[in-house]
Structure formats: structure tokens, C-alpha cells
């Protein structure tokens, strides 16, 4: 029996997120309960210790993820006390006792060079490559056939050192193979794109090899910022579509009424019940402040947006607009592009302002301007929606505003944004070169990004997987960056403007 520590077996003890323990206490035994789960555990390890006439359990000492010891399973403690001789024996005390029944080893590394038979191939390999080392032979000379350590070697070697490698997400010998966003055909959404600007290793991973991590449902504590966004567009949409069926938009000059804002609260609080219902709002507990908050913001909302049209002269003439555009890359290409903008307004001069709402916070916007609408590559969606828009009204030479507008808690009714002029229209054709030339050409390296400069952590499932921390990768991509293929992308995502 291996692993008998205590966290890893038994594990920790909660409810399923689907089907939690009220649930399947009326199926009526069909569906076992959580500590019903936890008992039958403790019965197969009574059984596999009773079923052979002899055995061998395992424990962890060490937890290399965390730097911390593990303690005894609580159900391998009462076998450590009768072989002991030692009836009120402490879990913290194990390490104490000795005995013809008890091994330990002091790290794999000493048991791998020590052990009179490593148990399979790798440890064969390293037992040997540490031979070599300590008679100062080169771990490429050690095992010179063997294409494993071969492997291997090229594998630290090519991270380790400054050139953009295959190990590192150079693909430009295979870029034949590759999709193409500017072969005008393929539709691809602004943050599809902007994923690769954010990490490009992440995009290859995510959105060409289709690998993403794994949700956990029981982890959810809190409704997610994603899907408190996808909430919050939802309950908007279904409003502003109602208003446009009755006719009742308001014009610049008219207020919400007292009926409209119910409406509004009726409807969000319907699309919350679906929410709850399909196990994304997380802890109800932790929920309900979470639903009054957005009930105050939608209702904030509708005043801020009473007092932005009058200012402005608007009138809402579109809501939630689907949308195609192709956008002209500066060599003649084309990116087809798709999205959905969630508010189109006319002005009274005859400009046109486009809207996306935002629930969640500025922080990241705040370099948008016209000379950098993009942040960076970042951010690509405003220029899309004012295209979209001006076909839409059949408009082609009309004044387009873009704008974020946030409605959520943090930021309220802010609104960052830019008028789509030549400038910006040339600067977003060069981005969206950049970006298309460097998915198309293979060009996927990892770029974590710190929080802050004098911050070491990573907010990255793919180049910081453990969720610990990222110094080496930092490191790593300070030195990949020198390579030349990675100009175009560095001077896009790292330029200040």
C-alpha cells in the first residue's frame, strides 16, 4: 500500500459540487454520501492489509510541492503503535521508533544511488549518470546511445540556454502546418487574438492543441469574474431586447422609469436563478452580498445611463449586434473577425458611439489611447465593434467613438475608450500583422508576466501550472527574449507608447 499520509490518504473529506449530500440522501443509499465515501475507504485498506500474508505500506515523508513533512495516515497510526510496542504514540513522534519493520530512506536521490536494484529504467539511468558525475565524466558522455538521456540533455539544455528553441515554443519549422489568421477566411474573435499577444505558449496549447486545465467545480468558492461578466451581458441583453420589442427605449431626454428598473431587477435575478442552478455561483453564503451588489450596479447603471445620453445626445439604436468584419492588414491581407457589440448609439450630430460593457475592474485598460488602442495587443475588441457598427448603419465615413464602459463594483461608470481615426486604424493593421505573422509562423514562446515588477508570482495556469511561483521562468524569458525570431513580438507586447 503506497501513500498512506495523512491529507493524500485518506484525502479531505467534501461534499460533490454536482451532488452534494442533500441530494443523495433521497435516492435512498443509491448514491453513497461523502463520509459514507471516506468509511468504504478505510474498509479497502483493512481488506488489501488483511487478504495477503504479507505487507509493505509506504509513507511520504516529504512534500516537495510544499517544503513541508507529512505525518502518518491516521489509519496507518494504529499499525505504527502495536509494531512499536508504543500504545499512545504521537503522530508527530513516528520518526522515533525503529525496528526490523521499519525502512526509510533519507531522499530519492540516495536511495537511487544506493539501492542494490533500482526498480525500473529511469532509476537505472540516473544511478548511472550520477556514477559518471562523480568520477567528473559529462552526462552526454555517460550514456552517449542511450536517445532517452539524449533527449533529455537537449531538453535542459535548449531551456537553459538564450536562443528561442523548439523547447520553447519555436514551431517555425513546422509552420506549414499552422493556421493562418489572415487567410481571410477562418473568423477568429478579438480575444482569441488577444490570447496570443497575453502568453503565446498559452495560446498554442489552449487554442491549437485544444489543452486547457481542468475545472473543478467543488474548488469553486465564488462566482468567477468570467462568469459573473457572462451574467451580467445576459441580463442586459434580455432587457435591452424586451425595450426594443415594446418600443420604449428611451431617447436623450427621457429618464428610466420606476417600472423599467424593476424590470431590469426582475430580469437579473431570473438569470441568477440559472446561474445558481447550473453550479456557477459558487457558496450561496458568499453569493447573496455577490447578487445584491449586482442588483445596485445594474440599478446605478440605468442613472449613469440616463446622464450619458442627455450629455452626449444619444439615442440606443442597436443592442447585443452580432457582427462580421474583414479588417485590412497593411501588405493587402485580411483578418476575418467576429464579436458581438453590446451597444450601438447615434448622437445627434450624426456620430456614432460604440459600448462594451465591462463588470470587472479599469486596471487593465488603462493604457488604451489612441495612440496605443490596443494595449499592446491586448486588447482588441473596440476597433472591431466601431467597424461593425458603421456597416451595420451603412455608415462608412460616419465619427466613431469606442469605448469600455464598466458597470460592475469596481470602477463604476468609467469609461475608457478612443475615436476610431486613421491613426488608430493603421496602428490596429500593424497589430493585428504582428500577431497573425507570429501564430502562422510558429512563433509560441512562454512570457510570464509578474504581477508587478518587484512581485515574483505568476497568474498563469500554463507557465506557472504549480501556482506557486514563476522566479525561473521570469529568468528563462529574460534571456529567450534576446533572440532575434522574438523581436517583432517583443517590440509589440513590451513597447511603450
Known sequence: MVGLAEGAYPGRVYEDALLPDHAREVTGGELPAARERFDRQHRYLLAALAAAPRAVASLPRGDLRRSTQRLPSRWLLPSLRSLSGQPSLAATAWEACSGSWLAGSPSFAATVTRTPMPSNQQEWRLRA????????????????????????????????????????????????????????????????????????????????????????????????????????????????????VDDTVPGPDNEWTDDQRRLLRRRALWAAEEAERDGLTGNPTLWQPQLRQLLQSLDLFLTQDSVRRHHGKLRQVRSELKLTVDVPLPDGRRVRMHGTADRIDRAADGSVVVADY??????????????????????????????????????????????????????????????????????YAAVLATIADGIAGGVFPGRPEADAPWKKYVDCSVCNPDGISAGDRLAQWDRKKQDGLLAEYVGLVEAST
Do not use: M
Open 129 to 244: 549518470l550520477a556514477a559518471g558525475r562523480d568520477r567528473g565524466r559529462r552526462a552526454d558522455a555517460v550514456l552517449p546511445d542511450d536517445l532517452v538521456v539524449q533527449g533529455a540533455l537537449a531538453l535542459i539544455q535548449g531551456r537553459d540556454g538564450d536562443a528561442f528553441s523548439r523547447f520553447d515554443g519555436n514551431l517555425t519549422q513546422h509552420a506549414a502546418q499552422l493556421p493562418d489568421p489572415a487567410d481571410g477566411k477562418t473568423p477568429y474573435s478579438p480575444t482569441k487574438l488577444e490570447a496570443w499577444a497575453k502568453c503565446p505558449h498559452g495560446y498554442y496549447l489552449n487554442r491549437v492543441l485544444g489543452v486547457w486545465a481542468i475545472d473543478q467545480p467543488e474548488d469553486v468558492l465564488s462566482i468567477r469574474p468570467a462568469d459573473l461578466g457572462t451574467l451580467t451581458h445576459e441580463v442586459l441583453d434580455r432587457f435591452f431586447a424586451r425595450l426594443q
Open 358 to 427: 465591462k463588470s470587472g475592474s479599469a486596471y487593465a485598460f488603462k493604457v488604451l489611447s489612441e495612440t496605443n488602442p490596443d494595449a499592446n495587443g491586448t486588447k482588441l475588441q473596440l476597433p472591431v465593434y466601431a467597424y461593425g457598427a458603421r456597416r451595420e448603419l451603412d455608415l462608412p465615413g460616419a465619427p466613431v467613438r469606442a469605448e469600455y464602459w464598466f458597470i460592475g463594483s469596481k470602477d463604476r461608470g468609467r469609461r475608457i475608450g478612443f475615436d476610431l481615426t486613421p491613426e488608430v486604424e493603421q496602428r
